[in-house]
T-cell receptor, first 113, second 109 residues
């Protein structure tokens, strides 16, 4: 089983719908991240959390929200999806005090029609 | 602004050597990563450089020059499975990761 698990892996939805992407990890890491990846662009940080009570905006947080339900769980929500949120979304974790190496989930491909 | 530059695409032949360059301009520097990403899959860690010089790990090596804001990833004895995108990322002074757009490497027989 993967150490960082994302659900769903693929989702097609319509404009205006609420979507939640979930991430769980068994690595025991405190730090969790949500990224989106678009063709021709680097990974862009949406939100990150260094522990359960810590939530921080990344460079592209508008239109997204997150919840850190437990050390092992970090979910990303799109309250009202729009077509330009069509992308591949990755959850990642890292250990505090390490080099900062990220461990990624398998990705969630979201299509907003 | 902060910027990471790497070539968009490179082509190489199976069994050969290829060097993928990365130049960066960031507010501070606390390390440089290389990740490999096969199409439709998650990035996976390849290497980490924080001091100048060459780090070798099997067929893959990574070089860093902090004074030049420059790194390269060297892949030797190329195999078809090395066809992937290679992502360069730099940790800035706030320990935020800045990502390049990635270099798509195509290996031909």
């Amino acid at each position: 089983d993967a150490d960082v698990t994302q659900t769903p892996r693929n989702r097609i939805t319509k404009t205006g719908k609420r979507i939640m992407l979930e991430c769980s990890q068994t690595k025991g890491h405190d730090r969790m991240y949500w990224y989106r990846q678009d063709p021709g662009l680097g990974l862009r940080l949406i939100y990150y959390s260094f522990d359960v009570k810590d939530i921080n905006k990344g460079e592209i947080s508008d239109g997204y929200s997150v919840s850190r339900q437990a050390q092992a769980k970090f979910s990303l929500s799109l309250e009202s999806a729009i077509p330009n949120q069509t992308a591949l979304y990755f959850c990642a974790t890292s250990g505090a005090g390490d080099t900062g190496e990220l461990f990624f989930g398998e990705g969630s491909r979201l299509t907003v029609l | 602004g902060q910027n990471i530059d790497q070539p968009t695409e490179m082509t190489a032949t199976e069994g050969a050597i290829v060097q993928i360059n990365c130049t960066y301009q960031t507010s501070g520097f606390n390390g440089l990563f290389w990740y490999q990403q096969h199409a439709g899959e998650a990035p996976t860690f390849l290497s980490y450089n924080v001091l100048d010089g060459l780090e070798e790990k099997g067929r893959f090596s990574s070089f860093l020059s902090r004074s030049k804001g420059y790194s390269y990833l060297l892949l030797k004895e190329l195999q078809m499975k090395d066809s992937a995108s290679y992502l360069c990322a730099v940790t800035d002074s706030n320990y935020q990761l800045i990502w390049g757009a990635g270099t798509k490497l195509i290996i031909k027989p």
